[in-house]
């Protein structure tokens, strides 16, 4: 197979660009990305594709995102968790339930969100990651994210610390270390990321994903390219004629949808992405080259 997806579950250590370099010596391409970065702590879900594959990863980039993680409330850190230094810390065992709950339960809807510093996210052409590696001290602007759920599993009053493992459905953008960190400071005892794990990106959970060592045995079946389109996008059948006239780059009769649709032909193959304009269905990208 040249073109399709396969979801991985990245395991804690690697970075997601360890994740596609495997992906490119088992997929046998160059032509290999993924959906959605993953920090070296985390694990979980990590869809890659490959081929005209990568050319769909935006939109399932866009999608949203499950997690479950654990939140450390007493210290904070440099990097909000745990894999930075401790800049403070408090005697948090003493937290009740119910203030961790009222805290969180203000988080849940579109709200605006402060990423970490210690983030991939660009400033002046830099990461912000490496801009704080080279000593700069600073905040990021606050970002519109939504969060839809946000559901408390346990909480563990430990000796010095409190420690609540999490649940949480959101838009693309949400940082999880930005909750911990933001329950912290609301508390005033600080807070960071212990653990964090993503089970799902759009469409793809858990139970889709092979584990890296399969990746690295190339033990897997990818997913195709037309199945993916189908669980994406909201779909358009095409006759023969309109394969025909999409692979030239042509548009169709409007669709009367307002997101894109994945234009599927008679033998289930994916020709382009549609997006009207009030009069026509537009290719915004043909995956079927004319004959």
Same mark, same amino acid.
């Given at each position: 197979?040249?073109?399709?997806?396969?979801?991985?579950?990245?395991?804690?250590?690697?970075?997601?660009?360890?994740?596609?370099?495997?992906?490119?010596?088992?997929?046998?391409?160059?032509?290999?990305?993924?959906?959605?970065?993953?920090?070296?702590?985390?694990?979980?879900?990590?869809?890659?594709?490959?081929?005209?594959?990568?050319?769909?990863?935006?939109?399932?980039?866009?999608?949203?995102?499950?997690?479950?993680?654990? =939140?450390?409330?007493?210290?904070?850190?440099?990097?909000?968790?745990?894999?930075?230094?401790?800049?403070?810390?408090?005697?948090?065992?003493?937290?009740?339930?119910?203030?961790?709950?009222?805290?969180?339960?203000?988080?849940?809807?579109?709200?605006?969100?402060?990423?970490? %510093?210690?983030?991939?996210?660009?400033?002046?052409?830099?990461?912000?990651?490496?801009?704080?590696?080279?000593?700069?001290?600073?905040?990021?602007?606050?970002?519109?994210?939504?969060?839809?759920?946000?559901?408390?599993?346990?909480?563990?009053?430990?000796?010095?610390?409190?420690?609540?493992?999490?649940?949480?459905?959101?838009?693309?953008?949400?940082?999880?270390?930005? =909750?911990?960190?933001?329950?912290?400071?609301?508390?005033?005892?600080?807070?960071?990321?212990?653990?964090?794990?993503?089970?799902?990106?759009?469409?793809?959970?858990?139970?889709?994903?092979?584990?890296?060592?399969?990746?690295?045995?190339?033990?897997?079946?990818?997913?195709?390219?037309?199945?993916?389109?189908?669980?994406?996008?909201?779909?358009?059948?095409?006759?023969?004629?309109?394969?025909?006239?999409?692979?030239?780059?042509?548009?169709? %009769?409007?669709?009367?949808?307002?997101?894109?649709?994945?234009?599927?032909?008679?033998?289930?193959?994916?020709?382009?992405?549609?997006?009207?304009?009030?009069?026509?269905?537009?290719?915004?990208?043909?995956?079927?080259?004319?004959?």
């Amino acid at each position: 197979m040249t073109d399709g997806f396969l979801v991985v579950d990245k395991a804690g250590g690697m970075t997601s660009h360890d994740v596609v370099a495997v992906g490119r010596k088992a997929l046998g391409t160059r032509k290999v990305g993924h959906a959605g970065t993953l920090d070296p702590m985390a694990t979980g879900v990590l869809v890659l594709g490959f081929g005209n594959g990568t050319r769909l990863l935006q939109y399932i980039t866009d999608g949203d995102k499950s997690y479950v993680a654990t =939140i450390v409330l007493g210290a904070s850190t440099v990097t909000d968790d745990k894999e930075g230094e401790v800049i403070a810390t408090t005697h948090a065992a003493d937290v009740t339930d119910g203030e961790i709950a009222r805290v969180l339960k203000t988080m849940v809807g579109t709200i605006a969100q402060r990423p970490s %510093s210690v983030s991939a996210v660009k400033v002046g052409g830099e990461r912000a990651y490496d801009r704080v590696r080279a000593g700069e001290k600073f905040e990021l602007g606050s970002r519109q994210i939504t969060i839809s759920q946000l559901d408390i599993l346990a909480i563990r009053h430990l000796a010095a610390t409190t420690e609540v493992d999490i649940e949480v459905t959101c838009s693309a953008g949400t940082f999880i270390r930005a =909750i911990a960190r933001d329950l912290g400071e609301a508390l005033k005892v600080g807070g960071h990321l212990s653990a964090l794990r993503r089970t799902r990106v759009a469409g793809f959970s858990e139970k889709d994903a092979v584990s890296f060592q399969d990746l690295k045995d190339q033990k897997f079946t990818p997913l195709k390219l037309a199945d993916v389109a189908r669980v994406t996008f909201s779909v358009r059948e095409l006759t023969l004629e309109e394969v025909t006239e999409l692979s030239f780059g042509r548009p169709l %009769s409007e669709n009367g949808a307002t997101s894109i649709t994945a234009a599927m032909s008679p033998d289930n193959r994916l020709i382009a992405l549609l997006k009207d304009d009030g009069i026509h269905a537009k290719p915004i990208a043909v995956f079927a080259a004319a004959n």
